[in-house]
Each structure stands twice: as structure tokens, then as C-alpha cells.
């Protein structure tokens, strides 16, 4: 930890890696807590997944694979999203359709690619230490963004959450909210790939809002405490990653699983303790 440190001072990429922990932190904090609220845990995986064809396609033209992705995860949004509200299709058949459909566009256009794809491994497991310049000012626009859209339509993006037949009687645009949310979760997912690949980004999303989730149920503390903890649990994977020589997604998805572990028992004891002394 200390030779982390040390290095902090030495070494761009060190300092890039903490900055995107940072970056990423605050949009997963607040478009996490949004998704887990509305339950869309597994739409948002299934933007995740759809997001490799994305990537594969922009690898076999020559452009930049996050430009691909993000445009493939955006269209592949606006396609679950009016697919879920046909009657004749489920919301959960549509994603797994084009969750599917992506990994599969993707999978065929690297392998038609001529020659070896060299940061393939860093988009499907993540790789913080990978984060160029361009990554993190990308996450920088996209944070200054969110944060400005969350403030100013704050209540509405609450009433959305939680009941959206209420949001339509107080005359607010469920529809047009839907989908610029939904743009939101796919360019935060995309953005967010270097930081734990797309195999396992979507606890990235979920897990940090529902350990906080656990000793609160207000919205706007929520998403402060899962920008607290995702950073936490990002930083404390980056340093295990870093000391022992193993992959950061992987580190950091098992560092946030042990902290929602580690907060649920000490809230559960909490809570025992509580009830005996009330008994008593």
C-alpha cells in the first residue's frame, strides 16, 4: 500500500487509475441508484452485453471501440426500451434478445478482423490501469452532465423511480425521461467498461446502491453513499490489483461483494441488539 502511494507520484497511469475510480464512482453512484430503484438490473446488463457488438463492429471498420460501443449500447436502449412496451413482446424476452444479438455481432467482427485485437481482454474483464487521457475526459463530460440533469429535474426523475403512473399525473414527459435515462445508462455503462470489463461491470452498478440500500431509503442519500462506497471498494481493489499482480475488475467486484457483506451482518446485528433491548 505504501509503494502505491509512493508510485502515486511517479507514475501517470497510477494517477489516471484513481481518477477514473473517482469519475466512475459518481456516475455509477447516481445512475446506480436510479437503476436499482426502477429495477433494471438486468436491462442494464443486458446494455452492457449488447455494447460488445459495438466494440467488435468498430474494431473491424478501424474506429475508436468505445464510439462504437456507445452508439450500439444507445440504439440497443432505444430498442429494449420500445420493444418492452409491445404487447405481444416482454420486457425480459426483448433484452435477452438483444443482449444476445450483441455478443454475437461482436464475437463475428472481431473474428473477421484481420489480424489480433490487443485491448479485447481489457473490455471484457477491465482494466483500470489501461485509462488513458481521452477515457478519463470523456468521464468528466459525463459526470458534469448527470450531475446537472439529476439537479435540475431531480423530482421528477424521483417520481419516475418509484411510481411512474404518478409522474404522468403530475404532468411530467414519462416517455422522453425514459429514454434520455436510458441514453444515460448505456454511455455510463460504456464509459465504465476499462474500469471492470463488461463481464462483470454491471455490479458496478448495483452493488454499491444496494449496500447502501441496507441502512437507508432515501433517494438523494443513497446515491451519496454509493459514490462513497463504490469509490471505496474501486480504490481498495486498484491497491490489492496493484500489490498482488491480479486483475482490478475482478479485485474491485470482490471487494464491493465483501463490504455489501461485511454492512448487511453489522446492520443485522445492529438490528438484534436493538430489538433485545427494547424486550428488555
Do not use: C
Request: glycine share 8%; proline share 3%; charged share 10%.
Amino acid at each position: 500500500m505504501i509503494e502505491l502511494f509512493k508510485d502515486l507520484f511517479e507514475y501517470q497511469f497510477l494517477q489516471n487509475a484513481v481518477a477514473a475510480a473517482l469519475l466512475v464512482s459518481v456516475v455509477a453512484g447516481i445512475i446506480g441508484t436510479y437503476i436499482t430503484s426502477r429495477r433494471l438490473v438486468f436491462l442494464s446488463g443486458g446494455i452492457t452485453h449488447a455494447s460488445f457488438g459495438g466494440i467488435g463492429i468498430a474494431y473491424y471498420v478501424g474506429i475508436n471501440p468505445v464510439i462504437g460501443a456507445i452508439i450500439f449500447s444507445i440504439l440497443s436502449a432505444f430498442g429494449i426500451e420500445a420493444l418492452s412496451h409491445r404487447k405481444n413482446i416482454r420486457e425480459d424476452s426483448a433484452i435477452g434478445i438483444l443482449w444476445a444479438f450483441g455478443m454475437a455481432v461482436g464475437i463475428i467482427f472481431i473474428f473477421l478482423t484481420p489480424g489480433y485485437a490487443p485491448n479485447l481482454l481489457s473490455f471484457l474483464f477491465g482494466s483500470i490501469l489501461t485509462v488513458t487521457n481521452s477515457d478519463l475526459l470523456y468521464l468528466l463530460i459525463l459526470n458534469i452532465v448527470v450531475i446537472l440533469f439529476f439537479i435540475i429535474f431531480y423530482r421528477p426523475i424521483l417520481y419516475i423511480a418509484f411510481d411512474q403512473e404518478f409522474a404522468r399525473t403530475q404532468k411530467i414527459p414519462v416517455t422522453l425521461m425514459n429514454y434520455i435515462l436510458i441514453m444515460f445508462i448505456a454511455i455510463a455503462i460504456v464509459l465504465s467498461i476499462r474500469v471492470v470489463g463488461i463481464i462483470l461491470l454491471i455490479s458496478l452498478f448495483t452493488i454499491p446502491p444496494a449496500t447502501a440500500n441496507i441502512f437507508s431509503h432515501h433517494f438523494g442519500k443513497i446515491i451519496f453513499w454509493s459514490i462513497l462506497l463504490s469509490f471505496l471498494g474501486s480504490f481498495i481493489g486498484l491497491i490489492l490489483s496493484y500489490s498482488i499482480n491480479i486483475p482490478s475488475g475482478a479485485s474491485i467486484v470482490v471487494v464491493l461483494v465483501l463490504m455489501f457483506g461485511v454492512v448487511k451482518l453489522l446492520f443485522s446485528l445492529y438490528n438484534r441488539i436493538q430489538r433485545k433491548l427494547i424486550m428488555f
